[in-house]
T-cell receptor
Framework: GENVEQHPSTLSVQEGDSAVIKCTYSDSASNYFPWYKQELGKRPQLIIDIRSNVGEKKDQRIAVTLNKTAKHFSLHITETQPEDSAVYFCAATPGNQFYFGTGTSLTVIP | DTGVSQNPRHKITKRGQNVTFRCDPI?????LYWYRQTLGQGPEFLTYFQNEAQLEKSRLLSDRFSAERPKGSFSTLEIQRTEQGDSAMYLC???????????FGPGTRLTVL
């Protein structure tokens, strides 16, 4: 099955700085890569996703890049704000099961 | 609220008891997933349904766990003879297609004493 690894497990940045979270996957059949934000005690919510036919996608301060050859994808958050503080999960799917990373706890320091 | 709902939100039970959770997906979604999440970990796949058919189960899912989606709408997850290791958040998610946005429910937090 698919194996998704996520780094770093914790990340602290100053407000206004950028944050980058990286994930690698093992199954070349994976073709959909969503990113979820989970605030304490709340459900995971999709923030951005990318499909394997696209190399980069951007939505305001959030962007995701995908390198299919290297089997890795990254989340980039620019101009971070305190409300960005949460746990972020990446996931990969070849079409049936979704495989999640272990999460990155992001803290944005005001 | 037209999102995914789960009941109960919290369940405390004694070891050895059976528990059942319910998930109501977004009405037009034909795929429904169950996950388990423990502290500091990502959601771990348990099983999924397409309409009423259970298409895949995690090999980690013991035979104490069973799930149903009898009419292709709501789903139930039952855990028999609960163990302390079953304590976790049980999340349900639904989606319209295989590789499409998954919408998660608020989860059911199970505590086994």
């Amino acid at each position: 099955g698919e194996n998704v690894e996520q780094h770093p497990s914790t990340l602290s940045v100053q407000e206004g700085d950028s944050a980058v979270i990286k994930c690698t996957y093992s199954d070349s059949a994976s073709n959909y890569f969503p990113w979820y934000k989970q605030e304490l005690g709340k459900r995971p919510q999709l923030i951005i996703d990318i499909r394997s036919n696209v190399g980069e996608k951007k939505d305001q301060r959030i962007a995701v890049t995908l390198n299919k050859t290297a089997k890795h994808f990254s989340l980039h958050i620019t101009e971070t704000q305190p409300e960005d503080s949460a746990v972020y999960f990446c996931a990969a799917t070849p079409g049936n099961q979704f495989y999640f990373g272990t999460g990155t706890s992001l803290t944005v320091i005001p | 609220d037209t999102g995914v709902s789960q009941n109960p939100r919290h369940k405390i039970t004694k070891r050895g008891q059976n528990v059942t959770f319910r998930c109501d997906p977004i009405s037009e979604h034909n795929r429904l997933y169950w996950y388990r999440q423990t502290l500091g970990q990502g959601p771990e796949f348990l099983t999924y349904f397409q309409n009423e058919a259970q298409l895949e189960k995690s090999r980690l899912l013991s035979d104490r766990f069973s799930a149903e989606r009898p009419k292709g709408s709501f789903s139930t997850l039952e855990i028999q003879r609960t163990e302390q290791g079953d304590s976790a958040m049980y999340l349900c998610a639904s989606t319209l297609a295989a590789t499409d946005t998954q919408y998660f429910g608020p989860g059911t937090r199970l505590t086994v004493l």
